[in-house]
């Protein structure tokens, strides 16, 4: 049985959404260190806290980064995605001035793409858990 704390409420409604975003780098470059890596996810719970969601999961490589998010249904993924990438592309330069160079054409840090699949049903969550947790993270 599941436990039923992982399902949450609102004033008008009971969710448990999850997506599993990937961000690449632009030109897929091996940019990202562990200490990148450290920045990135409190980087990104701060901005998941301030859409109400929930940053579950993280893990990435050199040239991308693996989410796992509990959003609540007010929440457009696009707009978290925006937000996600905007906020982490600006403050990463900031705290890490060797970022610039390679965001140097576009200012941008990612590709404008990214992924975003809904998790919970097909493949289960802790099956999406497991295969972040298994990114290989650079040093």
């Given at each position: ?44 719970d701060r ?35 925006n937000s ?6 600006r403050r ?48």
């Open positions: 049985m599941e436990n039923k704390q992982a399902i949450r409420t609102g004033r008008h409604c009971v969710f448990k959404l999850h997506a599993h975003l990937v961000f690449v780098t632009r030109h897929r470059g091996k940019v990202f260190t562990g200490a990148h890596l450290n920045s990135l996810e409190l980087l990104f901005v998941c806290r301030d859409f109400e969601a929930e940053l579950q999961e993280f893990n990435g490589e050199t040239d991308h980064v693996h989410l796992l998010v509990n959003f609540p249904p007010k929440v457009a993924v696009s707009r978290l995605v996600l990438k905007g906020v982490s592309s990463m330069k900031l705290l890490h001035p060797e970022l610039v160079q390679p965001a140097y054409r576009k200012n941008s840090l990612w590709s404008p793409s990214y992924f975003a699949g809904s998790v919970g049903g097909a493949p289960p969550l802790s099956m999406v858990k497991q295969y972040i947790e298994q990114q290989s993270r650079p040093d």
